[in-house]
């Protein structure tokens, strides 16, 4: 993965002072390459790993960069910098948008910059524009090390995040620093008003697919294909690739894709050998040949992830996902790609962070049962911010939710689905291709126009309960459907297909499952993630111990005894309603978060 920064600045002592400044700062980890283009007033700077992709090209012209792979869709060879150069400067013609996950920019003398990303806009891109000075990169953390830029605290991007759990409309905790449109082209010339292009939504292409007149068999022929060509398109010949293997659906079909197309794979699971993630993903990888190895994020890391999730990502995609930043030494031991199955359970199955069973879902069920369970319920948070501070802001957002959400679709279940996609799959499951690849380079199948198109276009009765999911499974690798199964839910590893054997074994099954809850009970929890997103462990109460000191630097924004009821002392356990729900803690942490965010940046 890349972490980047570009500086368009007409004042060259000013820019060369800047890139000079950030240079040894942009590295988030160790181990990464610092390299850098430049021609005219413009200036790109990233650190990468050695195995990441990156096209760039440069002339007195202007210059072109991608970092990643920028794949058209008629074609699986990756574009290059200068090609890329030559299809978005044209300002007259509508750029095109590429398949695969990436980032590019492209500078023109006299005319300004363009920047664009992946479909989904996984990967970050944020902008912040001051007269004839530009600043984009992949991370806003190191623009307020530009002379003009203005640090100053923005109220509506920390409302959008404590009420989803992720940014909303592109607002983060900094004013006029924004967060780029998925499927948008920004476009910036000096001494006019930046611009988002829209170059591509979900669902705007459905009606040209009549998928409802087709029968589910076809479906499922449709979604076997455009799986195994998106796979097929970004993943690189005769490498060896990694694939996050979780023991869930997701990764299990498309371990089984890669292992049908022949591709020399290693799985790594997170966990211990005693989980039951790691022991349902074992099993798959031992039917498969695939090299097995588990990744160990022991707690005493937490802290560490801590500090660099919120100061590289600004809270954009909450704090839950602390351990991702540990993850990419493991998988930069093996291969030079790594496969990410994000996304796949929600266009693939209707299966987001909740259930989306209801065809007829309403807004106000969405907004309960599924994106506000992870954050704060609206009257909390309006007796949590101060009303000087932060005057209608609940409502206002709240209103423009409404908004997009209605605006995705004229079908109920398809505005759930693509506000789902744009929103909590985006940033809360999408941030792991930013957070775990400074390894291997990402390759996520569900980054393909085609595979978006076609599910998209899917009537909710095929997609629906993870009915063509699991029929894919089933019909096409039934040997893995056969195996046990995480579900995610409690201690349920339930295989999709019964073998004879287990049928007759079903009565020992549902003892071992009494044992498991048993260990449980006695203090033995054998579920990976409801164990690492426990705010109980011992590593997130070092993190509560760590930013305790910083209260009074948010004292002016919260009512303080709310804030004290909601995410009280790290000597009190934090009250919650449902044990089991990893979703219900995501708000205390976002608020942690914020905790060490406004040490220097508030």
């Given at each position: 993965m890349?972490?980047f920064?570009?500086?368009?600045?007409p004042?060259?002592?000013r820019?060369a002072k800047?890139?000079?400044?950030?240079?040894?700062?942009?590295?988030?980890?160790e181990?990464?390459i610092?390299?850098s283009?430049?021609?005219?007033?413009?200036?790109?700077?990233?650190a990468?790993?050695?195995k990441?992709?990156?096209?760039?090209?440069s002339?007195r012209?202007?210059a072109g960069i991608?970092?990643?792979?920028?794949i058209?869709q008629d074609?699986?060879t990756?574009i290059?910098g200068?090609?890329?150069?030559?299809?978005?400067?044209?300002?007259e013609?509508q750029?095109?948008i590429?398949?695969g996950?990436?980032?590019?920019?492209?500078y023109k003398?006299?005319?300004g910059?363009?920047?664009?990303?992946d479909?989904?806009g996984?990967?970050?891109?944020?902008y912040?524009?001051?007269?004839d000075v530009?600043?984009?990169g992949?991370s806003p953390?190191?623009f307020?090390?530009?002379?003009?830029?203005?640090k100053k605290?923005?109220?509506?991007?920390?409302?959008?995040?404590l009420?989803?759990n992720n940014?909303?409309?592109g607002q983060t905790l900094?004013?006029?620093?924004r967060?780029l449109?998925a499927g948008h082209?920004?476009s910036w010339?000096?001494?006019?008003?930046?611009q988002?292009?829209k170059?591509?939504?979900?669902g705007?292409?459905?009606?040209?697919h009549?998928?409802?007149e087709?029968?589910f068999?076809e479906?499922?022929?449709?979604?076997?294909?455009?799986?195994?060509?998106a796979l097929?398109?970004q993943?690189l010949?005769g490498?060896k690739h990694n694939?996050l293997l979780?023991?869930?659906l997701?990764s299990?079909?498309?371990?089984?894709?890669?292992?049908r197309?022949?591709?020399?794979?290693?799985?790594?699971?997170?966990?211990?050998m005693g989980d039951l993630e790691?022991?349902?993903?074992?099993a798959?990888?031992r039917?498969?040949?695939?090299e097995?190895?588990?990744?160990?994020?022991?707690l005493e890391?937490?802290?560490?992830g801590f500090e660099?999730?919120?100061?590289?990502?600004h809270?954009v995609?909450g704090?839950?996902?602390?351990?991702?930043?540990?993850?990419?030494?493991h998988?930069?031991k093996?291969g030079?790609?790594a496969?990410?199955?994000n996304s796949?359970e929600?266009?693939?199955?209707a299966?987001?962070?909740?259930?989306i069973d209801?065809?007829?879902i309403?807004?106000?069920n969405f907004?309960?049962?599924?994106?506000?369970?992870?954050?704060?319920p609206?009257?909390?948070l309006?007796n949590?911010?101060r009303p000087?501070i932060?005057?209608?802001l609940v409502d206002?957002?709240l209103?423009s939710?409404?908004?997009?959400?209605q605006s995705?679709?004229?079908e109920k279940f398809?505005?759930a689905?693509?506000f789902?996609?744009?929103n909590?799959q985006r940033?809360?499951v999408?941030?792991?291709?930013?957070?775990?690849c400074?390894?291997p380079w990402p390759?996520l199948?569900?980054l393909d126009?085609e595979l978006?198109?076609t599910t998209a276009?899917?009537p909710?009765s095929?997609i629906i309960?993870r009915?063509a999911q699991?029929?894919?499974?089933c019909?096409?690798f039934?040997?893995?459907?056969?195996?046990?199964l995480?579900?995610?839910?409690?201690?349920?590893?339930?295989?999709?297909?019964?073998s004879?054997?287990?049928k007759?074994?079903s009565?020992?099954?549902?003892?071992?499952?009494?044992?498991r809850?048993?260990?449980?009970?006695?203090?033995y929890?054998?579920?990976y993630f409801?164990r690492i997103f426990?705010?109980?462990?011992?590593?997130?109460?070092?993190?509560?111990k760590?930013?305790?000191?910083?209260?009074?630097l948010v004292?002016?924004?919260?009512n303080e005894e709310?804030?004290?009821?909601?995410?009280p002392?790290?000597?009190?356990?934090?009250?919650?309603?449902?044990?089991?729900?990893?979703a219900?803690?995501?708000?205390?942490k976002?608020?942690?978060g914020?905790?060490?965010w406004?040490q220097?940046?508030?």
């Amino acid at each position: 993965m890349a972490n980047f920064l570009v500086v368009v600045d007409p004042d060259s002592e000013r820019r060369a002072k800047f890139v000079q400044t950030i240079e040894p700062l942009i590295p988030p980890v160790e181990g990464l390459i610092t390299d850098s283009c430049s021609t005219g007033n413009f200036h790109g700077i990233w650190a990468a790993n050695a195995k990441a992709p990156i096209s760039t090209f440069s002339d007195r012209e202007g210059a072109g960069i991608i970092w990643g792979q920028a794949i058209p869709q008629d074609s699986s060879t990756m574009i290059d910098g200068k090609e890329l150069r030559n299809q978005w400067v044209s300002l007259e013609s509508q750029p095109p948008i590429f398949d695969g996950f990436y980032a590019a920019i492209v500078y023109k003398f006299g005319l300004g910059i363009r920047v664009g990303a992946d479909l989904e806009g996984v990967f970050p891109v944020y902008y912040y524009t001051h007269r004839d000075v530009a600043l984009v990169g992949s991370s806003p953390e190191l623009f307020r090390y530009h002379p003009l830029f203005e640090k100053k605290f923005n109220p509506a991007g920390l409302v959008g995040i404590l009420l989803l759990n992720n940014i909303f409309d592109g607002q983060t905790l900094w004013q006029n620093v924004r967060r780029l449109s998925a499927g948008h082209l920004l476009s910036w010339q000096i001494d006019s008003a930046v611009q988002e292009i829209k170059q591509h939504q979900i669902g705007d292409c459905s009606k040209e697919h009549p998928y409802s007149e087709l029968s589910f068999p076809e479906h499922l022929e449709l979604l076997d294909n455009v799986t195994d060509r998106a796979l097929r398109s970004q993943s690189l010949k005769g490498a060896k690739h990694n694939i996050l293997l979780s023991g869930g659906l997701d990764s299990r079909i498309l371990a089984g894709f890669l292992h049908r197309q022949q591709v020399d794979t290693v799985a790594l699971t997170l966990g211990v050998m005693g989980d039951l993630e790691m022991q349902c993903a074992k099993a798959v990888a031992r039917t498969l040949g695939f090299e097995h190895h588990p990744i160990t994020i022991t707690l005493e890391q937490y802290p560490d992830g801590f500090e660099k999730i919120v100061k590289w990502e600004h809270l954009v995609s909450g704090c839950n996902w602390v351990m991702n930043w540990g993850i990419y030494s493991h998988l930069n031991k093996y291969g030079s790609r790594a496969v990410l199955g994000n996304s796949i359970e929600l266009l693939m199955g209707a299966k987001a962070s909740y259930k989306i069973d209801d065809p007829n879902i309403s807004f106000e069920n969405f907004f309960q049962r599924g994106i506000n369970s992870w954050g704060l319920p609206p009257a909390t948070l309006k007796n949590l911010l101060r009303p000087e501070i932060f005057g209608n802001l609940v409502d206002e957002i709240l209103d423009s939710i409404r908004e997009k959400y209605q605006s995705y679709s004229e079908e109920k279940f398809k505005q759930a689905l693509f506000f789902d996609f744009y929103n909590r799959q985006r940033f809360h499951v999408g941030s792991t291709g930013w957070q775990v690849c400074f390894g291997p380079w990402p390759i996520l199948p569900i980054l393909d126009k085609e595979l978006i198109e076609t599910t998209a276009a899917f009537p909710s009765s095929t997609i629906i309960k993870r009915r063509a999911q699991n029929e894919l499974l089933c019909t096409r690798f039934p040997e893995l459907a056969r195996l046990p199964l995480d579900k995610g839910t409690y201690y349920d590893t339930e295989p999709l297909l019964k073998s004879s054997i287990r049928k007759q074994l079903s009565l020992l099954f549902k003892i071992q499952k009494k044992w498991r809850r048993l260990q449980y009970k006695l203090g033995y929890e054998r579920r990976y993630f409801q164990r690492i997103f426990d705010i109980e462990n011992t590593g997130h109460r070092e993190i509560r111990k760590q930013v305790e000191p910083n209260r009074y630097l948010v004292k002016e924004l919260f009512n303080e005894e709310v804030f004290n009821q909601i995410l009280p002392p790290p000597n009190i356990p934090v009250e919650r309603v449902n044990y089991y729900s990893s979703a219900e803690l995501s708000s205390c942490k976002a608020l942690l978060g914020f905790l060490l965010w406004s040490q220097g940046r508030l």
